[in-house]
């Protein structure tokens, strides 16, 4: 059973309450929308203590040169160079709406059987928060951690089955900074609305979490610009876990996966941990 706690994933959202919830309970609705399309910042449906539901509003516009290009990427890399291992790569992304996300690969070793991708670019623009008050929090980049054997090439990636954990990156990336809100720690993602599953899996969302393969030291990087990235990871969810933390609680659902050690390496196959017995 793993621990998911570190000082500075903590920080980020367990002391954070704004207009009477926690924000790690949100759950945003996000399915294949148009660029540019924005959302309402009010929630539009109840379930559950403390669980508002943002739904976005399909307002498309074209798509928005990006102000910056690369402007954190020498920072993150160095910064995951130091924490975690060797970049070897960096998938360039070639059209960009408001920000330029690339991707860093980290080939997995023999102490680190697993391959890491992390965003470079999200970071760019800062976030809108719910209030003033917590800058250091408004800039984020994302992680997912693939298995060893993933393959990880432009060949591959002409199939979404090995394709859709790169554009779930870019997808969650971008989210923040086209519907004018935030992410953060326990912020649950649906797969479109109504839910779909994703490419081949039997997962229809995603949460924000840490992880516990990564030291605490990796979760925050100041740049050089004086400002602060957090890094947050992608956990695929199966429905009856979405549900067990809309319903309940964000508590609810990390025993859950504590107890079964489910983290940010992606594995299609895992047990459903709330349908476990």
Not at 38 to 43: D, E, F, L, R, Y
Not at 59 to 76: G, W
Not at 78 to 105: M, P, Q, R, W
Request: overall charge negative; aromatic content about 8%; hydrophobic content about 40%.
């Amino acid at each position: 059973m793993m621990l998911r706690v570190n000082a500075a994933a903590v920080a980020v959202v367990h002391s954070i309450v704004f207009a009477g919830y926690v924000f790690a309970c949100n759950i945003v609705q996000a399915g294949e929308y148009a660029p540019g399309t924005t959302v309402s910042n009010t929630p539009t449906n109840q379930s559950g203590p403390e669980q508002p539901i943002f739904q976005h509003e399909l307002r498309p516009k074209p798509l928005t040169e990006p102000e910056h290009s690369a402007k954190y990427l020498e920072d993150i890399e160095a910064h995951v160079e130091k924490h975690v291992g060797k970049v070897k790569t960096v998938l360039h992304e070639e059209v960009s709406d408001l920000v330029h996300i690339d991707v860093l690969l980290i080939p997995a070793t023999a102490k680190r059987p697993y391959q890491l991708l992390v965003t470079s670019g999200v970071s760019d623009l800062a976030m809108h928060m719910p209030e003033a008050g917590f800058e250091d929090h408004n800039r984020v980049e994302l992680m997912i951690a693939l298995p060893k054997d993933w393959p990880i090439s432009a060949a591959a990636f002409e199939n979404e089955n090995h394709y859709w954990p790169v554009r779930w990156l870019k997808k969650i990336g971008r989210l923040p900074h086209q519907n004018k809100t935030w992410i953060g720690w326990g912020h649950t993602i649906p797969n479109g609305n109504p839910v779909q599953t994703i490419a081949d899996t039997q997962f229809t969302g995603v949460i924000l979490m840490p992880s516990v393969l990564l030291p605490d030291d990796f979760y925050k990087l100041r740049t050089k610009d004086g400002n602060t990235i957090r890094f947050y990871g992608l956990v695929p969810l199966y429905q009856a876990e979405m549900d067990l933390k809309l319903n309940t609680s964000l508590e609810a659902l990390e025993v859950k996966l504590d107890q079964h050690d489910v983290d940010i390496l992606l594995d299609k196959q895992r047990a459903n941990m709330v349908s476990e017995r």
